[in-house]
């Protein structure tokens, strides 16, 4: 939806015109998976599917939430009543927002929201993200917080872990803070450090797929909480802060220092490898040689596959297809049991892969996938 709509509807809504519209995108996650609670790299961009948000401030204490995309009306809230937990809804996201600015002492006095999102939700594209950040960005505009890009996206996090009450890395809202069109974002997880590497897919004649599998297995909040305390184990049994702290170079000695923890062993050789393929990632991108990179990302697929078991029946399908059907390469992409798979291909291949890719589905019976092109998009950005 565009700015001059959202922003009429919050004219509807609220009786009187918006001080502005800000957006943010939802983000792909290239390579460097399940590195981010390891301290390590990880390199997303954002997509053209974006948050548009229409704010104005308010003086009086209060919190009025609108989504086009949810059914109910205008959702009002008290500032000096909003605490962690307490909210189970969509609202937990914005007002979560407002919430961490407030503890980390900026004064916001209250804001009317009405947003449009088409970030699709739990499809591993960081919907939630997009949510939080755009709010971030619009309030730090209107109240003029001055704070940088990187610290809004801390505070988002804070949002989400602390006020709704989810587990999740820094990547995904400095993604939807920070990328930029053009680039993927490498991200050092420890410091925060970033650089944006160039990847203008199209001027080369690639295209990125997003396969969105449309299925969410149900046991995947446990199985990460599992792969994280797993990865936690090994730090510890190797005597390091996180398991960025081993060089690659080191790993095989590392494992054999893990004797038979047989379970470890492959949390620890998925990360240690995954951080490697970021770098050598980063590195064919500097190079210019982007087709390049196709057999990182299926290493990567593997690597989750085999070693970090997060795939299911529907990703490696998807992978399997692209690959037997001339994709470059291609692995899932999130949290994993679902959500989506990236497919790196020739531009000239896409309709046969897509077409390839369908027809698996249809004759594995999983239901229909969503296949959409990802350009490296703009960061959040105020729109008028
Ligand atoms: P993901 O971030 O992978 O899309 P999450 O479970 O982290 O999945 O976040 C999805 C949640 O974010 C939704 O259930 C909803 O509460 C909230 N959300 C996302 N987009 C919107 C929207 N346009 N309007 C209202 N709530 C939204
Ligand atoms: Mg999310």
Redesign the pocket.
Same mark, same amino acid.
């Given at each position: 939806m565009g700015a001059q709509q959202v922003a009429e509807r919050f004219a509807e809504l609220y009786g009187a015109e918006p001080e502005g519209v800000w957006a943010a995108p939802?983000r792909v996650n290239l390579i460097g998976e399940h590195t981010d609670y390891n301290d390590g790299f990880v390199m997303p961009f954002a997509l053209p599917h974006q948050?548009v948000a229409a704010v104005s401030r308010r003086d009086d204490g209060v919190l009025r939430l609108h989504?086009?995309?949810?059914e109910g009306g205008v959702v009002e809230l008290r500032l000096d009543a909003l605490a962690p937990g307490t909210d189970r809804?969509?609202t937990a996201?914005p007002a979560g927002v407002v919430w961490a600015l407030r503890e980390a002492g900026h004064e916001v006095t209250g804001a009317d929201v009405h !947003?449009?999102?088409t970030?699709?939700?739990?499809?591993? !594209?960081?919907?939630?993200?997009? !949510?939080e950040v755009v709010i971030a960005l619009a309030l730090n505009d209107l109240y003029d917080l001055g704070l940088q890009r990187w610290k809004l996206a801390r505070l988002c996090q804070r949002a989400e872990n602390v006020y709704v009450g989810?587990p999740?890395g820094i990547m995904?809202q400095t993604a939807s803070a920070c990328c930029e069109q053009g680039h993927a974002l490498f991200l050092d997880t420890r410091d925060l450090s970033q650089q944006q590497i160039p990847f203008d897919l199209v001027a080369e004649g690639l295209r990125l797929l997003v396969v969105d599998t449309q299925v969410k297995h149900a046991h995947s909040g446990g199985e990460y909480g599992k792969r994280r305390a797993g990865c936690e184990k090994g730090a510890a049994l190797l005597g390091v802060d996180a398991l960025r702290d081993i060089p690659y170079d080191g790993l095989d000695e590392a494992l054999a220092r893990l004797g038979d923890e047989e379970e470890v062993i492959r949390l620890v050789r998925h990360v240690v490898t995954e951080d490697e393929r970021v770098e050598r990632t980063v590195a064919l991108l500097r190079a210019g040689d982007t087709r390049a990179i196709g057999p990182v990302l299926t290493e990567g697929h593997a690597s989750l596959r085999d070693d970090f078991r997060i795939s299911c029946p529907e990703l490696d399908l998807v992978v399997d297809t692209a690959l037997a059907a001339g994709a470059l390469g291609a692995r899932m992409t999130?949290g994993g049991f679902g959500?989506s798979a990236i497919v790196l291909a020739e531009a000239a291949d896409v309709d046969t892969l897509t077409k390839a890719v369908e027809e698996a589905f249809a004759a594995a019976d999983f239901k229909t996938p969503r296949i959409f092109e990802a350009v490296p998009s703009p960061g959040a950005r105020r729109l008028s």
């Open positions: 939802g948050a989504s086009e995309d949810v809804k969509w996201y !947003l449009s999102s970030v699709p939700t739990g499809a591993g !594209l960081s919907s939630s993200a997009a !949510l989810a999740t995904d999130g959500g």
